[in-house]
């Protein structure tokens, strides 16, 4: 299983943006998979996840301005992220459990300027 993140960049406080996290083979075999963000000199945290059966959970600091979905026929989880806010500014990861295993993608970089 490999995962594959995209969609980061810089946006103005305010502003949208979209990642994707594309995965090697079928998404609906793995039974979770997450968003998590570190900033530098931080820990990685939980952002928000999303098990088989659809149901998400999130972190407070996100809760109403961020969404995560996944569509099984792509083989990809989305991270939608409205309202941005410099204090969300970090690198984020995809992160997909299967079968045990945790599997990591790697980071995009999002940047929110005042």
């Known amino acids: 299983v490999q995962l594959q993140a995209s969609g980061g960049g810089l946006v103005q406080a305010g502003g949208s943006l979209r990642l994707s996290c594309a995965v090697s083979?079928?998404?609906?075999?793995?039974?979770?998979m997450g968003w998590y963000r570190q900033a530098a000199g931080n820990q990685r945290d939980m952002v928000a996840s999303?098990?088989?059966?659809?149901?998400?959970n999130y972190a407070d600091s996100v809760k109403g301005r961020f969404t995560i979905s996944r569509d099984n026929a792509k083989n990809t989880v989305f991270l939608q992220m409205n309202n941005l806010k410099p204090e969300d500014t970090a690198v984020y990861f995809c992160?997909?459990?299967?079968?045990?295993?945790?599997?990591w993608g790697q980071g995009t970089q999002v940047t929110v300027s005042s």
């Open positions: 999303i098990i088989r059966s659809g149901r998400a």
């Open positions: 083979g079928t998404i609906s075999s793995l039974a979770f």
């Open positions: 992160r997909g459990i299967y079968e045990g295993t945790v599997y």
